[in-house]
């Protein structure tokens, strides 16, 4: 690597900050549908024992 620079560092000082964004998106994604999935068996449940939580 460039400088002594090993895979790990080059990892963390370049490959990561550039794809911040995407793992936010991947994260907002992954939440909405886990609250969609939540929601909806509130929605069809009545009964608190069967409820997802």
Known sequence: MIDGCSHCKAFFRGTLPLSK?????LTL????GHWNA????????????????
């Open 29 to 32: 994604m992954f939440a909405v």
């Open 38 to 53: 939540y929601f909806g068996a509130l929605m069809y449940l009545r009964t608190q024992s069967k409820f997802p939580l």
């Open 21 to 25: 964004s995407v793992i936010a998106v």
